[in-house]
């Protein structure tokens, strides 16, 4: 399995509206389960200039498929361009196989040697255990706790507000 890590565009929808569409990744997410096709046209098609995002392909023969998508928003507020946040997400079948460890570690070196940002944060769902365990190696640390953060699948659930700081 080769895997590339390359820039969103917007020939990829198709794959990255079935990616938020799984059960188990939109569930990690603040995405609808709904989101057409169109929707992800458009929006990678427009794509701010401050998000900066990836997607992770594996080739098999000649066809190509997104199995996991980051992306990373710098803030635009004068005071707060130091700082990115980020989203990730990897195709359940392929979860635990290096695709979001190649993924953050797109971002981080863009983050770290080319925005020269100073933060990189991200909000995860406490009970996301594998995404907290792989953004720990790469030295993000829980700073809080939000409660009631989002109502997924019938509940309110919580998350952490997990950065990472370079000194």
Known sequence: MTVTI??????????VQKLYT??????????????????WKKWLG?????????????????KETVVGNIALRIETNERRKHIGNFV???SD????QGIGKALLTTILDLADNWLN???VELTVYTD????????????????GEHKAFAFRNGEFVNAYTMARIKA
Do not use: M
Not at 6 to 15: H, I, L, N, P, V
Not at 131 to 136: D, G, N, V
């Open 6 to 15: 390359c820039r969103t565009e917007q020939k990829y929808a198709e794959d």
């Open 46 to 62: 427009n794509i701010p200039d401050n998000v900066h995002s990836f997607v992770a392909i594996i080739k098999d023969n000649d």
């Open 93 to 96: 079948e392929f979860q635990g």
């Open 22 to 39: 799984n059960p188990s990744v939109f569930a990690q997410t603040l995405h609808l389960p709904s989101q057409s096709n169109d929707n």
């Open 88 to 90: 990730i997400a990897v």
């Open 128 to 143: 996301n255990q594998k995404a907290i365990a792989l953004y720990q190696k790469f030295g993000f640390v829980i700073e």
């Open 117 to 119: 940002l100073k933060r």
